[in-house]
């Protein structure tokens, strides 16, 4: 059963706009990992968000964690058409769940030139 | 440095056959899975490996068999395929299951399912 709800499902932006996406998730996590993903391809690992981080940054992207409301973001700055895929959240329950992570069934961003 | 690659990229079976499909990565990575992605449900784990000769269920594991009989090869198997397999299949990697590892993914077989 999936873990995580991701908000919106689909979003639409003109390039330069800032996109947001949300991810919800049930229970506890040792880390939340963002992923992406292009039209025909595998996902591409964006970021790792530890439980003990609230906030990372990796070039234009941001990513929040609100463990108390089991929530996390992610913010893509300055968007640009190659921004255009699929993202997903996806939970790492830590201990014994050796690595294996629970996908949320992410957020379709369309950006347009 | 190829990563995860993935055979075949695409495939069309008949109701009842049977099927291989292999995972293959050159990163020496211990652990292995393989996820099936549905419209609208995200990836959802078939069976996964934590290294040679192991295997284990995920969430979804009726209707196929999985092997690892080297380090760098995951195999998934459908002994008699169903029109309810017909899916995006990927196979992902990571060094080990310490945590905080990401997963290195291929790029999909494309299995349809008459």
């Known amino acids: 059963s999936q873990q995580g709800e991701e908000d919106p499902q689909a979003l639409s932006i003109q390039e330069g706009e800032n996109a947001t996406m949300n991810c919800s998730y049930k229970?506890?996590?040792?880390?939340l990992q963002w992923y992406r993903q292009n039209s025909g391809r595998g996902l591409v690992h964006l970021i790792l968000?530890?439980?003990?981080?609230r906030e990372k940054h990796s070039g234009r992207l941001r990513v929040t964690l609100d463990t108390s409301k089991k929530s996390s973001s992610l913010l893509i700055t300055a968007s640009r058409a190659a921004d255009t895929a699929s993202y997903f959240c996806?939970?790492?329950?830590?201990?014994?769940?050796?690595?294996?992570?629970?996908f949320g069934q992410g957020t379709i961003l369309t950006v347009h030139p | 440095n190829a990563g995860v690659t993935q055979t075949p990229k695409f495939r069309v079976l008949k109701t009842g056959q049977s099927m291989t499909l292999l995972c293959a990565q050159d990163?020496?990575?211990?652990?292995m899975y393989w996820y099936r992605q549905d419209p609208g449900m995200g990836l959802r784990l078939i069976h996964y490996?934590?290294?040679?000769?192991?295997?284990a269920k995920g969430e979804v594991p009726d209707g196929y068999n999985v092997s690892r009989l080297k380090k760098q090869n995951f195999l998934l198997g459908l002994e008699s395929a169903a029109p309810s397999q017909t899916s995006v299949y990927f196979c992902?990697?990571?060094?080990?299951?310490?945590?905080?590892?990401?997963?290195?993914f291929g790029d999909g077989t494309r299995l349809s399912i008459l």
């Open positions: 992902a990697s990571t060094r080990t299951g310490t945590i905080n590892q990401p997963q290195h």
């Open positions: 229970t506890s996590i040792n880390n």
């Open positions: 968000i530890r439980s003990n981080e």
């Open positions: 996806a939970r790492n329950a830590g201990g014994t769940s050796y690595g294996k992570l629970t």
């Open positions: 990163m020496n990575h211990e652990y």
């Open positions: 490996s934590v290294g040679e000769g192991t295997t």
